[in-house]
């Protein structure tokens, strides 16, 4: 009986490798290696503070995986992401959470102007507004780049910011 098992076990196996196969790479597109510019270890710093980050690929290199943490005014801020491009929607979507019980859904991708960005939308409480916003990576040269968090509240006609990075290589 074990046999009889173990052979229809590798005949299952055997008929579903063609369907493997075609997906072997789901995450070669070029358009999935679009943030390997932000891959490494990061020493960060900001006005008021300071701190690293450090983005790998994970997954069968379809997953870019962030741990930030940083030394702010009010203590220790620790957050994550994960991030992945969507062949189907031809954007990324990225997920953010921190130490701050924050829950974040961004999507985006390079604009015609170059930058990457992603942007989410948020309601405030306890007035309920709206808020948009968005992150960019800007000056990105081998060893460096500045992100920016913006926000709007008016549906993305004018942009504030709110917190500019600086991104070292470490």
């Not at 930030?68 to 220790?76: E, K, R």
Request: hydrophobic residues 35%; glycine residues 10%.
């Amino acid at each position: 009986m074990r046999k009889i098992t173990l052979f229809v076990c590798l005949v299952a196996l055997c008929a579903s490798a063609p369907a493997l196969a075609q997906n072997a790479a789901p995450c070669s597109d070029e358009r999935a290696r679009q943030l390997d510019f932000w891959l490494g270890e990061w020493d960060l710093t900001w006005q008021g503070g300071e701190g690293t980050n450090e983005i790998t690929r994970r997954f069968g290199d379809c997953v870019i995986e962030e741990n930030f943490s940083g030394n702010m005014p009010a203590g220790l801020f620790i957050g994550h992401s994960v991030s992945v491009y969507s062949t189907a929607l031809e954007q990324w979507r990225q997920t953010w959470v921190d130490s701050q019980g924050s829950y974040l859904v961004f999507t985006g991708g390079i604009g015609e102007d170059g930058v990457m960005r992603l942007r989410g939308e948020s309601t405030l409480k306890p007035d309920g507004r709206t808020q948009d916003t968005r992150m960019s990576w800007l000056n990105v040269e081998g060893d460096s780049l500045d992100w920016h968090w913006e926000q709007s509240f008016d549906g993305g006609e004018t942009w504030s910011m709110v917190w500019l990075i600086h991104y070292q290589r470490r």
